[in-house]
Nanobody, 113 residues
Framework: QVQLVESGGGSVQAGGSLRLSCDSS????????MDWAHQAPGKDRERIAT???????SYTDSVKGRFTISRDNAKNTLYLQMNDLKIEDTGVYCC???????WGQGTRVTVSS
């Protein structure tokens, strides 16, 4: 059974930082591309960061230079370091794997001025 469990969300002021984690089980973690997605209030979910099994990364323009995706294959864990947070970063952050197209439940981030 595939499980993706996100943690690390919370409330932070604009300009602050958070580090999200996604613990996985039931998947061949090291063999799969992993993503982080963001769903802002009232908007569709959008993939914002991707890391391949080789460690290559890509980002949507809105987070490029501020967010960093990484993975620890020994711990089956995906990370998202978020710096210089903006109010528009508010929302739910979910991790995703191509393996059976699986999604976690998400962790909520609130950025205030």
């Amino acid at each position: 059974q595939v499980q993706l469990v996100e943690s690390g969300g919370g409330s932070v002021q604009a300009g602050g930082s958070l580090r999200l984690s996604c613990d996985s089980s039931g998947i061949p973690f090291g063999a799969n591309t992993m993503d982080w997605a963001h769903q802002a209030p009232g908007k569709d979910r959008e993939r914002i960061a991707t890391i391949t099994r080789a460690g290559d990364t890509s980002y949507t323009d809105s987070v490029k230079g501020r967010f960093t995706i990484s993975r620890d294959n020994a711990k089956n864990t995906l990370y998202l370091q978020m710096n210089d947070l903006k109010i528009e970063d508010t929302g739910v952050y979910c991790c995703h794997t191509c393996y059976k197209d699986s999604w976690g439940q998400g962790t909520r981030v609130t950025v205030s001025s």
